[in-house]
């Protein structure tokens, strides 16, 4: 099976950029050694400055983590946008470093065109994939189809009125997995549960706040208490709607709970960091090309309300131990492969 390249769907990886004039190297972790004292090289290439972004910082502590379990070096060169993109991977070439790793759909072209033109050189795509990859082009990718079932399941469980929905950036095959697993999830301990979803769309579907607010609005009036928010940078449109409704929301990616604290429900949250080190022990290891899903089984996905640490993630999950209780035994079915959740990328 191969996965399409497609964008992911927080506000981590949303194009909304965070404004910063850190182009170029960021530094070396000290805590990895120098490169005279290590086995291995690594840089990390983010689409954007790191900052308060969640996602992003989370495959920065894959690579430290990876370079501390590897013994390798580890350099993170943050761009700004499209052009300092490739005057990074350009300088990252240039240092030869064992691994080179790009996050996000925002590298994708470059790091497809940089592994033709370099072949020598092993690249590592995050949370993206190429249509056509090179045997030097491994690619992390995740199931997010499976974590969105199981907020489905928390909101069929929370639902007072039996209407629940989702704002989505586009009406896309791949934009689906945020919205029809949530519908399945929901409808599998509550099958009268009334759905519909509302689409951003616009110039700016994945970074347009008003107009994902306005979906929101729409829905709550139509009576949904839930909703799954699946719009990027639009996702905190939804949490305000929610803090003026009476809808809660469900976040993607991260812990989005502390986006908008008592309006958040739970995330469907992506492991970037485990999928990292994973990816990052394969190739040195000589295992390259191709890409790995990862899912439940494989801790690359999961709910912040099924994470340690719950009661302070500011999320709403927190008040219900007893919808968590059931939440995770629904978890533990889709990992033994009792449960299997479709994905309505390759549904057709």
Known sequence: MKLSARAGISTGIALVAVAASLTGCAGTDDAAGS??????????????????????????????E?????????DVYESEDPTSIQQNLDAAVREKPDVIIG????????????????????FLLIDTSADKPTDNLTAAVFKEY???YLT????????ETGNIGVVAALDTPFIHRWIDPFFAGAASVNPAITTAAQYVGGDNPFGDQARAKAQAQILADSGADYVQAAASGGNLGVFEAASETSVKAFGV??????????????????????????????ILDG?????????????????????????DSQCLIADHPDVIEKVAAVRDQIVAGDLVVVDPLTAG
């Not at 990876?66 to 580890?74: G, R």
């Not at 990616?253 to 992506?270: E, F, H, M, R, Y």
């Not at 899912?295 to 340690?308: H, K, P, Q, Y």
Request: aromatic content about 6%; some cysteine; charged content about 15%.
């Open 103 to 122: 996050v996000s759909y925002s590298v994708l072209d470059q790091f497809t065109q940089a592994a033709i033109d370099y072949p020598d050189q092993q």
């Open 35 to 64: 490169a005279s004292s290590t086995d291995a090289s690594i840089i990390l290439i983010t689409p954007t400055p790191i900052g308060s972004n969640n996602f992003l910082q989370l495959a920065s502590d894959g690579a430290a």
């Open 152 to 159: 489905g399941v928390e909101a069929g469980l929370l639902s």
């Open 66 to 74: 990876a370079a501390e379990k590897y013994n390798a070096s580890v």
């Open 253 to 282: 990616d991260t812990n989005q709970c502390l986006d908008s604290p008592g309006n958040v429900v739970d995330n469907a949250i992506k492991r970037v960091d485990i999928a990292v080190v994973s990816s990052i022990g394969d």
């Open 146 to 148: 499976e974590a969105t």
């Open 287 to 311: 295992t390259t090309g191709g890409f790995t899903a990862y899912g439940l089984a494989e801790g690359g996905v999961s709910l912040t309300g099924l994470e340690d640490g719950v009661a």
